[in-house]
């Protein structure tokens, strides 16, 4: 089955895991999710991920969900450039979650990072979500 929002489709799958108290969820394996995997890990959100090939260029992620006192570190996790609205921020206009305390991600031309990361790199992009 084709699915339209794969990065929409990863942070569902981390929501309704960690609604559950799940430890690790899978997901199919593209480029983008695993840059915002990568971008999640450094943050400190969740734990890591590890990719298994299975061939024929399909791969998976499985996610290893990070939790702090029985609680989900994530406490929101929201798509903001969807593919039918998308949403583009120059450096200056990247949005702040709970003014600093969470994160942004942002697709630049020089990769997928969070917040911070663009302003400090002086560039914005496409802003895919929010997490706190």
Request: charged letters at 30%; aromatic letters at 6%.
């Amino acid at each position: 089955m084709a699915i339209n929002d794969p990065l929409g489709d990863l942070l569902t799958r981390i929501r309704n895991a960690q609604m559950r108290r799940k430890d690790k969820v899978s997901t199919p394996g593209s480029k983008l999710r695993a840059h915002v995997l990568d971008v999640l890990k450094e943050e400190g959100y969740i734990r890591g991920y590890t990719t298994t090939d299975f061939g024929n260029g399909r791969t998976e992620f499985e996610v290893e969900l990070k939790y702090y006192e029985g609680e989900p570190v994530i406490k929101q996790i929201e798509r903001v450039s969807r593919p039918g609205r998308r949403v583009y921020a120059a450096v200056n206009a990247v949005p702040r979650v709970a003014n600093g305390l969470g994160v942004t991600i942002v697709s630049t031309p020089k990769g997928v990072m969070a917040d911070h990361a663009a302003r400090e790199n002086n560039v914005g992009g496409e802003v895919l979500c929010k997490v706190f």
